[in-house]
T-cell receptor, first 116, second 114 residues
Framework: AQSVTQLDSQVPVFEEAPVELRCNYS??????LFWYVQYPNQGLQLLLK??????LVESINGFEAEFNKSQTSFHLRKPSVHISDTAEYFC??????????????FGKGTLLTVNP | DSGVTQTPKHLITATGQRVTLRCSPR?????VYWYQQSLDQGLQFLIQ???????AKGNILERFSAQQFPDLHSELNLSSLELGDSALYFC?????????????FGSGTRLTVV
């Protein structure tokens, strides 16, 4: 069975500092990878995804993630964070669960806190 | 607004009771997923429906059940509630039954069992 490990449960950083949120997955088959963000008192929103092609994917708000097949990782990075980036970030893997059906499995989340 | 509507937003009930959570998927999406989010367990997949039929089952307790109606809205029924059932319950939807484009999540129902 596939699993997702987010290595850090909490990451505190100062505003304008770079950040990396780590994610590793275990799967012996092809996967699709996602990062979701959850702002306080809200549902999860899709931040970016890797389906195929270029291993570096970007979001509209400056985050990027790189798919590394050999290391089974999909770390999320941002070169300079803002206070508004404070949120919980979830890494997820989508694997075929039967027939043409896929299922998302989420990591436990990383709480990013950006301090002034 | 994500397009996925969940009601109610908050629910407080006593142990032993039964509640129903409702979800309307985004327009055009046929698949509905239910997740439970708690501090100790994280985000746990409960069950998936596709066009009215159960498609996949996760860590859903026997006290919990769900269904998807012909208009595609879904309900999650939680019975014989225990304190440990207190959590955020999310509904998500996707086009068809494939999630390789990701899900669209609702804003959740916060259930508190007292």
């Amino acid at each position: 069975a596939q699993s997702v490990t987010q290595l850090d449960s909490q990451v505190p950083v100062f505003e304008e500092a770079p950040v990396e949120l780590r994610c590793n997955y275990s799967s012996s088959v092809s996967v699709y990878l996602f990062w979701y963000v959850q702002y306080p008192n809200q549902g999860l929103q899709l931040l970016l995804k890797y389906l195929s092609g270029s291993t570096l994917v970007e979001s509209i708000n400056g985050f990027e993630a790189e798919f590394n097949k050999s290391q089974t990782s999909f770390h999320l990075r941002k070169p300079s964070v803002h206070i508004s980036d404070t949120a919980e970030y979830f890494c997820a893997v989508s694997v075929r669960s039967g027939g043409s059906n896929y299922k998302l499995t989420f990591g436990k989340g990383t709480l990013l806190t950006v301090n002034p | 607004d994500s397009g996925v509507t969940q009601t109610p937003k908050h629910l407080i009930t006593a142990t032993g009771q039964r509640v129903t959570l409702r979800c309307s998927p985004r327009s055009g999406d046929l698949s509905v997923y239910w997740y439970q989010q708690s501090l100790d367990q994280g985000l746990q997949f409960l069950i998936q429906y596709y066009n009215g039929e159960e498609r996949a089952k996760g860590n859903i307790l026997e006290r919990f059940s769900a269904q998807q109606f012909p208009d595609l809205h879904s309900e999650l029924n939680l019975s014989s509630l225990e304190l440990g059932d207190s959590a955020l319950y999310f509904c998500a939807s996707s086009l068809l039954g494939a999630s390789f484009y990701g899900y669209t999540f609702g804003s959740g129902t916060r259930l508190t069992v007292v």
